[in-house]
């Protein structure tokens, strides 16, 4: 019978997206690594491959469809001695005309559409990606695709993984996974409120002029996170004054001597080769919160906050301690262009320790950012502007000063290592030539 092709999951995080556009039509011939569509996430515009070949029999959902469930089917493959008519028996009545307007999330599926297996469970809990043909074979053969290992595009398991496989005993963890989740429901806290209902918010400004904004993908997950930010992560800030004027003046010689290369130094690319550059000289600041333990990276995985229309990204420059601050420049350049166009892979805006929020540009004097999970702390930074100072002789002086907040996670840098680290940031920009050495 047709094989369903399902709706990937394209990040780790990813629970749906949208169908943006169909690459293949109904009776097109395609082979594995052969592009079918265009899926939109909460973060990017990515390309999905096929996994098996065959012809298209049916395509079940419309372009444009909303908020398609990761795993819910979304076209049929014939196989070797089928028909269209075998796909038109298959596709189930709800999606026998495709609409673009999604299925209610609660209607279920109809019982005449036979589903693959479901996805099944690496032994550490992560998911195991398999093509839905390679999960029937599986299925029927008694076959644990834990244990299997995927030839396919990203390790993704594949009809010939299985073909020649044998049957293997489950993990013994296996046994004991249908009590957890009644154990853990038990003692599970309850879902803390986010604030007052729809229906609520709307009858307070009836009869009032407003405009209705749809949430997207990317600001569904942006609100999601923050609002667990801030309920779980247990934030103490760290505030100073960063004295720019050395720096300034050592950008201006090395931009003048950079001209011909067509590479120009701006103040953000010294911000993140000062953090890069402490979180190495204060490594016990670089680390993540994992949820029973803390991990402690080697490399300095800096991320940057970039503003796109409707949200933010926060692309990761990875290795940053050992870059140039020319290469940082041209990498953050690129990473910046390619996520205000949501062209970017999950693995350059996830992961990384510490990440940077900048919002002196827009001539703010300073603010408090809200950590990123699982990152330790995030640095806010705000503009460089004249100020009155007292110098080290006691003599009134202008100079141009910065004011950062240091956001912290307590659960993972102490105040006191939080000051150390942040008194590194300082002197790295203050003396930025040492940066160098």
Known sequence: MP??????????????????????????????????????????????EAVDEGVIGKLLVAEGTEGV????????????????????????????????????????ASSEAKAAPPAPKAADGGRVFASPLARRIAADKGIDLS????????????KADVEGASPQAKPAAAATEAAAPASAKAGAPAAMPTGPSTDTVLKMYEGRAYTEIKLDGMRKTIAARLTEAKQTIPHFYLRRDIHLDA????????????????????????????????????????????????????????????????????????????????????EMKDLAARAKSKKLAPHEYQGGSFAISNLGMFGIDNFDAVINPPHGAILAVGAGVKKPVVGKDGALAVATVMSVTLSVDHRVIDGALGAELLQAIKDNLENPMAMLA
């Open 147 to 158: 244990g299997v290992t995927g030839s396919g595009p990203h390790g993704r398991i594949v």
């Open 3 to 48: 094989v369903e092709i399902l709706m990937p999951a394209l990040s780790p995080t990813m629970e749906e997206g949208t169908l943006a556009k169909w690459l293949v039509k109904e009776g097109d011939t395609v082979s594995a690594g052969d592009l079918l569509a265009e899926i939109e996430t909460d973060k990017a515009t990515m390309e999905f």
């Open 69 to 108: 469930k990761v795993n819910s089917p979304i076209a049929l493959l014939l196989e070797d001695g089928e028909s269209a008519s075998d796909a038109k028996a298959t596709a189930p009545k709800s999606e026998a005309a495709p609409k673009a307007e999604a299925a209610p999330k609660d209607e279920p």
């Open 247 to 330: 720096l300034m003046a050592f950008r201006g010689q090395l931009n003048a001597q950079l001209e011909g290369r067509g590479v120009k130094l701006s103040v953000n690319d010294f911000i993140i080769k000062a953090c890069a550059l402490a979180l190495q000289q204060v490594p016990a600041a670089n680390a993540v919160w994992a949820g029973d333990r803390v991990l402690q990276l080697k490399p300095s995985d800096v991320a940057v906050a970039v503003a796109i229309e409707g949200g933010l990204f926060t692309p990761v420059l990875k290795d940053a301690e050992m870059k140039s601050l020319s290469a940082l420049s041209a």
